[in-house]
T-cell receptor, first 112, second 115 residues
Framework: DQQVKQNSPSLSVQEGRISILNCDYTNSMFDYFLWYKKYPAEGPTFLISISSIKDKNEDGRFTVFLNKSAKHLSLHIVPSQPGDSAVYFCAASVGGSYQLTFGKGTKLSVIP | ETGVTQSPTHLIKTRGQQVTLRCSSQSGHNTVSWYQQALGQGPQFIFQYYREEENGRGNFPPRFSGLQFPNYSSELNVNALELDDSALYLC??????????????FGPGTRLTVL
């Protein structure tokens, strides 16, 4: 039973446009959510996070939105750059711990 | 550069054998977590150590075990290897156990192939 779902395996976006990556979860006990970016042959790199007490968190070009009633979160990247091309993982935890449950990832391709 | 290193980079074993994977965390990082990432999947939590004690475990059998040492290195041991154990194994370290106050850094992983 997959508790964190990223239903889009891939996404292509033109450089300069907005990239929106989506994530759904089923476990209502999740109270902390994180996004990681992964380049080939490297480990995941932390991008941005959000606590369940918030509905939005912003860091530069990256914004994460959380809709608890829909059990849905999204990552917005504006403007998208070719260097953003990577696999993006959504992750969640219970009790604000680092024992994370990951989605399968979405491969983002930003086309120059 | 995350400061987290893993060895070896690649490893090939046969079914039934035992394997030890190693991770070196940043100095001062008290928490280390291990994940298994099968092909086409997201990382799956194996277990976490905080100050040399296991403080959380995912849905993995006891043949997956670990150790964390005072010098901020750690090991993942897998006994009686099975074909399904073929995966990328990631370790991740952080100062603390919660992302609300701290950032977790992943190593590049060890690719294990079981034949």
């Amino acid at each position: 039973d997959q508790q964190v779902k990223q239903n889009s395996p891939s996404l292509s976006v033109q450089e300069g446009r907005i990239s929106i990556l989506n994530c759904d979860y089923t476990n209502s006990m999740f109270d902390y959510f994180l996004w990681y970016k992964k380049y080939p042959a490297e480990g995941p790199t932390f991008l941005i996070s959000i606590s369940s007490i918030k509905d939005k968190n912003e860091d530069g070009r990256f914004t994460v939105f959380l809709n608890k009633s829909a059990k849905h979160l999204s990552l917005h990247i504006v403007p998208s750059q070719p260097g953003d091309s990577a696999v993006y993982f959504c992750a969640a935890s219970v009790g604000g711990s680092y024992q994370l449950t990951f989605g399968k990832g979405t491969k983002l391709s930003v086309i120059p | 550069e995350t400061g987290v290193t893993q060895s070896p980079t690649h490893l090939i074993k046969t079914r039934g054998q035992q394997v030890t994977l190693r991770c070196s965390s940043q100095s001062g990082h008290n928490t280390v977590s291990w994940y298994q990432q099968a092909l086409g999947q997201g990382p799956q939590f194996i277990f976490q150590y905080y100050r040399e004690e296991e403080n959380g475990r995912g849905n993995f059998p006891p043949r997956f075990s670990g150790l964390q040492f005072p010098n901020y290195s750690s090991e993942l041991n897998v006994n009686a290897l099975e074909l399904d154990d073929s995966a990328l194994y990631l370790c991740a370290s952080s100062l603390d156990w919660t992302p609300s106050t701290d950032t977790q850094y992943f190593g590049p992983g060890t690719r294990l192939t079981v034949l």
